[in-house]
């Protein structure tokens, strides 16, 4: 995955497996933090980022036409600021990327997931705060 380094703006390829650590730019050497924003993917990002990440992922299936997502996604965003560096925070477009929506047997949305080491180990239809979701990963983090 491509990232921006802060200090000097070059674009970095970061593993998909250090995505929540702290990495160094390859052009000024500065700091890149961890992943703090969530990340828009597709079904190839997807597999890639849940197949190496070292720390709980969660996924927001969402659609651009529905309301539930869109108050959703501002607590979305929060999760992904407060777990940077201990969980990894993907959306998934349920329009654009309908073969994961059912290869995950979305049928209402925002659903979310939680998944470790590739697997599920959560899944929930409909709105829920960032605490509630922060409360999934770290449960994910320990188990």
């Known amino acids: 995955m491509l990232r921006l380094c802060p200090s000097c703006k070059r674009k970095n390829r970061i593993p998909s497996s ?39 992922v969660l996924v927001d299936f969402w659609a651009e036409w529905c309301g539930p997502c869109k108050r959703a996604a501002p607590e979305v965003k929060k999760v992904a600021q407060e777990m940077a560096g201990k969980a990894i925070v993907l959306k998934v477009d349920t329009e654009a990327h309908p073969g994961l929506r059912d290869r995950f047997e979305v049928q209402g949305i925002p659903n979310f997931l939680v998944m470790k080491d590739g697997e599920v180990i959560q899944q929930q239809a409909g709105l829920v705060t960032h605490t509630r979701m922060s409360g999934w990963l770290l449960d994910a983090a320990r188990g």
Do not use: H, M, Y
């Open 18 to 56: 250090r995505l929540a650590q702290t990495g160094k730019c390859g052009a000024c050497k500065e700091a890149i933090p961890p992943l703090a924003s969530p990340v828009d993917v597709g079904p190839e990002e997807f597999d890639d980022i849940v197949g190496g990440a070292k720390v709980p």
